[in-house]
């Protein structure tokens, strides 16, 4: 009877765990060798200058007219007086498109260490670039032409 009773505290316990940890936009990862793909602009303003990276058939897809494809990411890396201060990214899957504004666009803010910002869950940055529906939520698609 004891046993029987502890079963479905237990089993609800390791349910209830993966739960509490997800964060909306935890399955957003860093990859490595981000820096190795297309390099497509640089974009400066006042003391901040950012570096732009996507993979090769992201840009084709940009030049053809087409959306961006399953799996596109692109990664950010923005400097302040010259340091590297975060690295953001956006990743493109259908799965996520109940989770964003934008898209199915999941984005994650990291640390030049690529330690995710725990306190940014992407909310913020959905919302923004929710307003670029009409270039697949990227702003700097036209940038991807040149
Ligand atoms: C207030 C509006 C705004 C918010 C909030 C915002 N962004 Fe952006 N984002 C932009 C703009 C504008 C650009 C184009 C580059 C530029 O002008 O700095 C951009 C560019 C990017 C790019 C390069 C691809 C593109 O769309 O051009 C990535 C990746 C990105 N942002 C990720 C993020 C992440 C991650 C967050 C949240 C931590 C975020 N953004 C929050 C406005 C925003």
Known sequence: MRIATCIPVIGGLILATPLIAQVLNDDVALRPDYREGAH??????????EELYTSADAIE?????????????ITMD?????????????????????????????????????TPNMQEDGTRCQSCHASQGANDYVFTRDNMME
């Not at 497509?40 to 200058?49: E, L």
């Not at 030049?63 to 961006?68: E, I």
């Not at 340091?83 to 953001?88: G, P, Q």
């Open 40 to 49: 497509y602009t640089t974009v400066t303003r006042g003391g901040i200058t």
């Open 78 to 114: 923005d400097f302040r007086g010259g340091e590297l201060t975060r690295i953001l990214v956006m990743e493109k899957r259908a799965a996520w498109s109940d989770r964003s504004d934008s898209g199915s666009w999941l984005f994650r803010e990291f640390a030049p260490d690529g």
């Open 61 to 73: 897809a940009a030049r053809a007219g087409d959306p961006f494809p399953e799996g596109t990411v």
